[in-house]
């Protein structure tokens, strides 16, 4: 890994600030989007790991293992251990890994590793067979010479720490005085999982926002040259391809000066950028376009002068560069959905025919010549719990009231071929069409679950009143 020479920065910071208005997206405290693993699979030539063969990001990047050293780090293969030699794998291997390393100077001066990968691991010391600990990571350390707060933001997100002590029990110098991970287990085979960071970022190409001319271009298959060559990157989900880092005291009344004299150029002594990443990753062969369909619901209004007026609603997850259509369930061309630029998916659309049993979404993105994706789900209504509130006695034994009130988005009558809604508890199936009360509980589950026989369920958790 290589230092950051903040001096070398001013002149990517002259290009970015030039394409700050084409990212006009907001960056969330945590602004990361789903992603998805394929199926176990294998190293080329080794026997089945139990590992996803590939892990693809909301922008239709699919990544394998990279056990290439000449643009990965990874752990050899241990001599002597049978799951290891059969697999090809050592303790750590990684589909992702990334780091940002930023040092600056004075008497308030920081020293930080920001460290992002997606991480095929084992639960113990040594490749063993079953163990698998595959996860997602951002590490954070920083050394700092001054008590304060301090602000980190990342490409997916930020965090806030407070620092109010530099030196230990003993009056000496503290080391890593901010030390954070967040490591989110993830599963093979599974879409729409969320992780510590993601979409996964890559080394810039001429034409792409902070590109800094002369860099060089990633290797043919890859995200970049590994733990070698910093370099400018894109891939945050909110425009954000830098870290950042801002201090103040610990009052927040006034500015540390981490970065005296502004060596970077991003306007301030009180903060440090930092756009240049070390990218690892190793691009899978195949070109197919992720898709996640969280919902396809319907709803029926009641209308004033009578009559009712049904909707389809479809949302899915797709890159924010691909075009998602679905059939026009009243027939016609097919409909485009409207999207946020940001991976989300929607439309809506007046029904002249009667509610589908299913829908199909098909996706398609540029991403590599991407190719066509379809996935269905079946339709169904929404349902909303509005109240799981319990009043319970303080004085022993503990008695409770439940009260448990829900609807659905197909507001016609039973009669009129609306929903009925039940209640599960204690074995007991519940009509939950109307508010329902139930009395003289000694026990209480953590939240109550409402299902539909039009598909819509919902959970939502108790709030207890003691009285």
Known sequence: ????????????????????????????????????????????????????????????????????????????????????EETGLGGETFWFLADSVTTTTGPA??????????????????????????????????????????????????????????????????????????DIEFRPNAGGQRGSIGPWLRWTAPGDPGYVPGEALAPAGYLGDGPTTPHTVVGSPCGRNHVRISATNLAGTAGLAIDPGDADGDGSEFSVTNRLFTVQGKLAAFTSTPLN???????????????????????????STAIVTTTNPNGGADLTLATDNTGRYFSSTI??????????????????????????????????????????TIAAPKVCSLTVSANSSDRAAV???????????????????????????????????VRSDKGGTATKAITVVNQ
């Not at 040594?126 to 490409?155: C, M, S, W």
């Not at 996935?375 to 509130?389: L, R």
């Open 1 to 84: 890994m290589m230092k950051l020479s903040v001096l070398a920065q001013a002149a990517i910071l002259g290009l970015s600030l030039m394409t700050q208005s084409l990212q006009a997206q907001v960056c969330l405290a945590d602004s990361t989007k789903p992603f998805s693993a394929g199926a176990p699979g294998a190293l080329p030539g080794f026997a089945p790991n139990g590992f996803a063969e590939f892990v693809v990001d909301s922008e239709g990047y699919g990544l394998v293992l990279c056990n290439d050293p000449a643009y990965c780090f990874f752990d050899p293969v241990i001599a002597g251990n049978a799951f290891s």
């Open 109 to 182: 001066a920081i020293d930080a590793l920001l460290v992002m990968g997606v991480e095929a691991a084992f639960a113990v010391e040594e490749p063993t067979a079953g163990l698998n600990f595959p996860f997602t990571r951002l590490r954070t350390r920083i050394d700092v010479n001054a008590v304060g707060q301090y602000k980190l933001e990342h490409p997916w997100g930020e965090r806030n720490f407070t620092v109010s002590s530099i030196v230990d029990a003993t009056g000496r110098p503290e080391a890593k005085e901010i030390n954070e991970t967040i």
């Open 293 to 319: 369909l969280p919902g396809i619901t319907y709803s029926r209004a009641l209308l004033p002068a009578g009559g009712t007026e049904t909707r389809l609603n479809v949302f899915a997850e797709a890159p």
């Open 351 to 392: 029904l002249n025919v009667p509610v589908p049993l299913a829908v199909s979404v098909n996706a398609i993105a540029p991403v590599f010549g991407g190719t066509l994706s379809t996935a269905s789900k079946p339709v169904t209504d929404e349902v909303n719990i509005t109240a799981a509130q319990a009043t319970c």
């Open 415 to 449: 009669a009129d071929g609306g929903p009925t809604l039940t209640l599960t508890f204690q074995n007991q199936t519940l009509s939950a069409d109307v508010p329902l009360t139930l009395n003289s509980l000694s026990v209480l589950p953590a939240a109550v679950t």
